[in-house]
C-alpha cells in the first residue's frame, strides 16, 4: 500500500510538472482509491469489535476529496495513512504464543510393566493405576506415585528451583519433572489428560486467549479528537454551504500525529531497547510496560543466580580443616551428575585445590555418592543420623542453614561424620539496585512468586524491600495471583522456567529471562531479555516509560497544530491541498520529536565507563570471589575461639592476620587507590566513593587491632583472658563490616559493567 500510494503520489506530482493536468489528477485519484479501500475495511473491523479506531477520520478525508475533486490532498493522505500502517506493523509483530516448547517437551508415549514385559505404548493409553518404567534422563508422562525405591526428580520445570528433589515409595510424583537419578517405577494416579504437564499447557493457553487486547495509546486519544474533528467539519459545511470546506477540515484533522508519532516512538523505543539486550515483540507491550504499576517476579534464575553456590564449608572439631573437607567432597562429586555435586566441585576448583580420582563409587538416589578417595572412605549427601543425635557441631550448621535458606551437604569419612557444606542460590549482584530503580520508574507494587520454600523465599525479600512474598507456588497458583493483580493495576509478569510461561502469558506483559536459551518463558512472553542480567528489566522499564512519554507529547503537540489548522479551514483560510500539505509539516515536527526515543535520556547514567574502569571492575569482583575464603576464615576464628581459647585458636587467629596482610588488605588498598578514582568521573566525583573508603578505613582498623592481640598473646606465650572479648568482638565485627561492604561494591560499582 506504501508503495502504491507513493508511486501515484510521485507520478501524479510529475504529470502535474509536465502540463499533464489530467494525467495528475488521475493518478492522484488512483493513489487516494489504493488508500480508501483497505481503511474502510480497517473501519469496518474495528467497529465489529466495538472500537471507533483513529481511521475514520482518514476514510472520511479520503472519500470526501474524491467527491470534492481534491484529489492531490487525497494522495497526501493516502500515503500518510499507508506510512502509519506500515511503522504499525513494524511495532506490531507478535511472536508466536503456541508454547511450541512446552509441547515439544511434553512425552508422547510411556514404557509400561505388566509382568515381566516392559511395552511402549501411546500416552493417551495409560491408564489409572498402570505401572511405568521411568528411566535416567525421562520426563514422568503422568501424575504417580514412586512404586519402590527413592526417585531424584529434577523439578525444576514445575517449581523453577535447581536443586534436585529425593522422593521416597509412596510418595507423589507430577508429570512433566525429570528422572535425575536412576530408573524406577511410578504408578500412575491420572491419565496423561488430567495430570500436571498437561493443566500447565491448558493453562498457557488460556492465558493467552483470555488476556484482553490492550487498548493502544493512539486509540485513546482518538476517542476525544474523532468526534471534536466531525463537529467542526460539520460546522464549517453549515456555515460555508460548501463541502469542500468540510473537506478541508478533515484533511488537516486526519491524525497523523497518532497514526505516524505514535508508532515512531514506539519502533525508536523498541530499537533501542534491542541494543541493551531487550527483545520487545509488540508496540502493545511496549506501550503497556511503560504504564505498568505491580511486578510479579519469579525468584530462581530470576532475582538469583539460578545455579547453587557454596556458602561455607565446615569442619568438625579436632579434625579435619575447611579445606579438606571440601577437597575430598568435590574428589568424590566429580563423578556425580546432581547439580550440588556440581557446585561443589566448581567451588574447589575455583579455590585451586587438586582433586584426587575417586574408586569403588556408587550413587544411591536421594542419598549421594560413596566411594574412596585417597584410600578413604568418603561419602556426601544425607546424614546418616537424624537431627537429634547430629553432635553439637553439627546441630549448630543445621541452624546456620535455616536461618541462611541454605542446604546441607554432610561429608563422612571412615565412617565418621567429618564436615558439612551449606550451599544457596545467591542473589544476583544487580538485583538490589534493579528493585531500586523499578520503583523509581513508576512500578508501585513488587510481589515475589517462587516454588522454593518460604525461608529463602523471606530472605530474598526481605534484602530487595519487596512487598509481598509467597513461596510454595504452582504454576496454577502463579496464574491466579498475576490474574488478580492485573485487576487492580497494569501488571508485568518476569520469570525464566517453564512453570512461569502460563504466568507469562495471563500478564499484561510478561518478561522472560531468555537468555538461557528458547524456553517456552520465551514464547510465552512480550519481551525477552537476551542477557543473563535481571538489570535490563530495569533498562526496559525505563525505556518503556520515556518512549510513552514522548509518544505522548508528540501526538499530543501534533493534535494541537492540527487543532490550530482546523480551525484555519474551518473559516475557509486553508484549501485542502494547502491543508494537506501544512499537515505534512505537523506530521514532520511530530515525528521528529517522536525519533528523540533513539537519543540517550539527557542525565542519566553519567558518562560510559572508560575501558580500564570495566577492566578494573572484572578484576575486583573476580578478586572478591577468591576472598570469600578469607571471610570464611575470619568468622571461623571467631567461632573457635567461643569453645576453644587454646593454641588451636591462636593458630586460627595468626591465619587470619596471615590473610590478611597478603590478600585482604592488599586488595582495599588497591581498590582505593586504582578502582574508586577510574570510577569517579562515572558517579560524579570522589563523594560518591566517600562512604566506601571509609569502610575501607574501618577494615584496616580492625585488621590492627587484630594484630596487636596477637602481638600480646605472642609475648605472653598465649592468648590472656582479657584478651579474648575484645577480640572474638574484633573479628565478628570484621567479618560483618567485609560482608557488607562487598555487598555495596557488587552492587553500586560491579553492577556499572556490562
Known amino acids: 500500500m ?14 502535474w510538472l509536465v502540463g499533464h493536468r489530467e494525467f495528475a489528477d488521475a493518478c492522484w485519484a488512483g493513489g487516494t482509491v489504493v488508500a480508501l479501500v483497505p481503511a474502510v475495511v480497517w473501519v469496518v473491523g474495528a467497529l465489529r469489535k466495538g472500537r471507533l479506531g483513529v481511521d475514520l477520520i482518514a476514510v472520511l478525508a479520503l472519500a470526501g476529496t474524491l467527491l470534492v475533486g481534491e484529489y492531490l490532498a487525497g494522495a497526501l493522505v493516502g500515503v500518510m495513512l499507508a506510512t502509519g500502517r506500515t511503522l504499525e506493523a513494524a511495532a506490531g509483530r507478535r511472536a508466536s504464543r503456541d508454547l511450541r516448547a512446552l509441547l515439544e517437551r511434553a512425552p508422547r508415549s510411556a514404557r509400561r510393566r505388566r509382568g515381566g514385559e516392559i511395552v511402549s505404548v501411546s500416552l493417551d493409553a495409560v491408564a489409572v493405576g498402570d505401572v511405568l518404567v521411568i528411566g535416567p534422563g525421562e520426563v514422568v508422562p503422568v501424575d504417580g506415585t514412586v512404586r519402590a525405591g527413592t526417585a531424584v526428580l529434577d523439578e525444576s520445570a514445575l517449581t523453577g528451583e535447581a536443586a534436585h528433589v529425593a522422593r521416597d515409595a509412596g510418595d507423589e510424583v507430577r508429570s512433566g519433572v525429570v528422572n535425575a537419578g536412576g530408573a524406577f517405577d511410578v504408578t500412575a494416579t491420572a491419565t496423561a489428560r488430567d495430570s500436571t504437564y498437561a493443566e500447565i499447557v491448558r493453562l498457557a493457553r488460556e492465558a493467552g486467549a483470555e488476556k484482553a487486547p490492550a487498548v493502544r495509546l493512539a486509540e485513546r486519544y482518538a476517542a476525544w479528537f474523532l468526534p471534536l ?4 467539519a460539520g460546522v464549517a459545511w453549515a456555515m460555508s454551504g460548501d463541502p469542500v470546506r468540510a473537506v478541508a477540515v478533515l484533511v488537516v484533522a486526519t491524525p497523523c500525529p497518532l497514526l505516524l508519532a505514535v508508532p515512531v516512538a514506539v519502533v525508536s523505543g523498541m530499537s533501542r531497547a ?29 532475582l538469583t543466580a539460578g545455579r547453587p553456590r557454596v556458602l561455607e564449608v565446615t569442619a568438625a572439631p579436632g579434625g579435619l580443616s575447611p579445606t579438606d573437607v571440601l577437597r575430598l567432597a568435590a574428589s568424590l562429586d566429580q563423578v556425580s551428575v546432581h547439580i550440588l555435586a556440581e557446585a561443589i566441585t566448581r567451588e574447589a576448583r575455583h579455590r585451586g585445590l587438586d582433586l584426587s580420582l575417586p574408586g569403588e563409587v556408587t550413587e544411591e538416589p536421594g542419598r549421594g555418592p560413596t566411594g574412596t578417595v585417597d584410600g578413604r572412605r568418603v561419602s556426601v549427601g544425607k546424614a546418616d ?8 557441631w553439627a546441630r549448630t550448621v543445621d541452624n546456620r542453614a535455616l536461618l541462611d535458606g541454605a542446604t546441607v551437604v554432610w561429608v563422612t569419612v571412615d565412617g565418621t561424620l567429618t564436615g558439612a557444606l551449606l550451599l544457596h542460590d545467591p542473589l544476583r549482584r544487580d538485583a538490589p539496585h534493579t528493585v531500586r530503580r523499578l520503583r523509581r520508574a513508576g512500578l508501585r507494587r513488587l510481589l515475589l512468586l517462587t516454588g522454593d520454600r518460604p525461608e529463602p523465599a523471606r530472605q530474598v525479600g526481605m534484602v530487595l524491600g519487596l512487598d509481598e512474598v509467597a513461596a510454595g507456588q504452582l504454576p496454577a497458583d502463579k496464574v491466579r495471583a498475576v490474574r488478580e493483580e492485573s485487576g487492580r493495576a497494569v501488571t508485568v509478569m518476569a520469570g525464566d522456567g517453564i512453570n512461569d510461561a502460563p504466568a507469562l502469558a495471563a500478564a499484561d506483559v510478561g518478561v522472560a529471562m531468555g537468555a538461557r536459551g528458547a524456553t517456552s518463558a520465551s514464547a510465552a512472553a512480550d519481551i525477552v531479555l537476551t542477557t543473563d542480567r535481571v538489570a535490563r528489566l530495569a533498562d526496559a522499564m525505563d525505556l518503556a516509560v520515556r518512549a510513552r512519554r514522548i509518544a505522548v507529547q508528540s501526538a499530543a503537540g501534533g493534535m494541537a497544530l492540527s487543532l490550530v489548522a482546523m480551525a484555519a479551514a474551518l473559516l475557509g483560510w486553508l484549501p485542502p491541498a494547502a491543508g494537506a500539505l501544512l499537515q505534512e509539516g505537523i506530521d514532520v515536527v511530530a515525528i521528529l520529536n517522536a525519533l528523540r526515543v533513539l537519543l540517550p535520556a539527557p542525565g542519566t547514567g553519567g558518562p560510559p565507563l572508560e575501558p580500564e574502569a570495566e577492566r578494573l571492575i572484572e578484576r575486583f569482583a573476580a578478586e572478591h570471589e577468591d576472598l570469600r575464603g578469607v571471610v570464611d576464615a575470619i568468622r571461623d576464628a571467631a567461632h573457635l575461639l567461643s569453645s576453644d581459647a587454646g593454641p588451636d585458636a591462636l593458630d586460627a587467629v595468626h591465619r587470619v592476620d596471615r590473610l590478611l596482610t597478603e590478600e585482604l588488605l592488599p586488595h582495599e588498598f588497591a581498590e582505593e587507590h586504582q578502582l574508586y578514582p577510574a570510577l569517579n568521573e ?8 566517600e562512604t566506601m573508603s571509609r569502610a575501607h578505613t574501618e577494615i584496616e582498623r580492625l585488621a590492627g587491632r587484630i594484630a596487636t592481640h596477637l602481638t600480646l598473646a605472642d609475648a605472653a606465650g598465649a592468648l590472656l583472658p582479657e584478651q579474648l572479648d575484645d577480640l572474638r568482638a574484633s573479628l565478628y565485627g570484621l567479618h560483618t563490616v567485609l560482608r557488607l561492604h562487598f555487598r555495596q561494591e557488587e552492587e553500586s560499582y560491579f553492577s556499572l559493567s556490562p
Not at 2 to 15: D, E, K, N, S, Y
Not at 229 to 232: K, S, V, Y
Not at 385 to 392: A, M, R, T
Request: aromatic share 0%; net charge positive; no cysteine.
Open 2 to 15: 506504501l508503495i502504491a500510494t507513493t508511486a501515484a503520489l510521485v507520478a501524479g506530482g510529475v504529470g
Open 385 to 392: 543420623l537424624p537431627s537429634g543425635q547430629l553432635p553439637g
Open 682 to 689: 562515572r558517579l560524579g566525583g570522589p563523594d560518591a566513593t
Open 274 to 302: 534491542a541494543r541493551r539486550g531487550v527483545v520487545v515483540r509488540d508496540g502493545r507491550a511496549l506501550e503497556n510496560l511503560g504504564r505498568a504499576r505491580t511486578l510479579v517476579i519469579d525468584k530462581t534464575g530470576t
Open 229 to 232: 474533528a466531525l463537529g467542526l
